[in-house]
């Protein structure tokens, strides 16, 4: 029962590098999500996709793009990373308005 | 501007007493509210929900009121266990439901021995 898994767990860039992180859902669900977490602040939507083929910004997208690849998977990228784009990042699956099942983050880091 | 609010950093309870987490929202449009857990190094954990069509929603120890003419959400845990000891977020989606939560900053509940 693998649920929502995010890889890396952990990552350390330079200024200006690019990456991208991985999320894989099992449950079947329609809906995925991308947020991060900083110190003291709740969880920001970063990008979502309401189904395959469809992707919409959240509060915080720039300096992202995303990929769903297909039903399972939902890519997040960064082109050229920035400090402050040092933070937690967590991907999200769920049904339209059902609670959604989080995966365990990608803890990044950019010098 | 933040449209869920949790107002307590931190709160610390005895076991087997009861804990209050509260939180308050300004966004008329949310109408299905959650309360998430979180464990250091691990995801947020789905523990329950309430829409606003109600007042009130039961889980085992885990209580949840809405008063939506204050705009106010309660989760009560009762009776408070070590294993409670964590950040619990509110956290509210809005009437279109597709375009992700809105989430407060937490609050990390402490319970002592």
């Known amino acids: 029962n693998a649920g929502v898994t995010q890889t890396p767990k952990f990552q350390v860039l330079k200024t200006g590098q690019s990456m991208t992180l991985q999320c894989a859902q099992d449950?079947?669900?329609?809906?995925m999500y991308w947020y991060r977490q900083d110190p003291g602040m709740g969880l920001r939507l970063i990008y979502y996709?309401?189904?395959?083929?469809?992707?919409d910004k959240g509060e915080v997208p720039n300096g992202y793009n995303v990929s769903r690849l297909n039903k399972r998977e939902f890519s997040l990228r960064l082109e050229s990373a920035a400090p402050s784009q040092t933070s937690v990042y967590f991907c999200?699956?769920?049904?339209?308005?059902?609670?959604?099942?989080f995966g365990d983050g990608t803890r990044l880091s950019i010098l | 501007d933040q449209q869920v609010k949790q107002n307590s950093p931190s709160l610390s309870v005895q076991e087997g007493r009861i804990s209050i987490l509260n939180c308050d929202y300004t966004n008329s449009m949310f109408d299905y509210f959650l309360w998430y857990k979180k464990y250091p190094a691990e995801g947020p954990t789905f523990l329950i929900s309430?829409?606003?069509?109600?007042d009130k929603n039961e889980d085992g120890r885990f209580t949840v009121f809405l008063n939506k003419s204050a705009k106010h959400l309660s989760l009560h845990i009762v009776p408070s266990q070590p294993g409670d000891s964590a950040v619990y977020f509110c956290?509210?989606?809005?009437?279109?439901?597709?375009?992700?939560?809105?989430f407060g900053k937490g609050t990390h509940l402490i319970i002592q021995p």
């Open positions: 956290a509210a989606y809005s009437g279109g439901g597709a375009d992700g939560l809105t």
């Open positions: 449950m079947n669900h329609n809906s």
């Open positions: 309430i829409s606003s069509i109600k």
């Open positions: 996709s309401a189904s395959e083929g469809t992707t």
């Open positions: 999200a699956s769920s049904e339209r308005k059902q609670p959604q099942h």
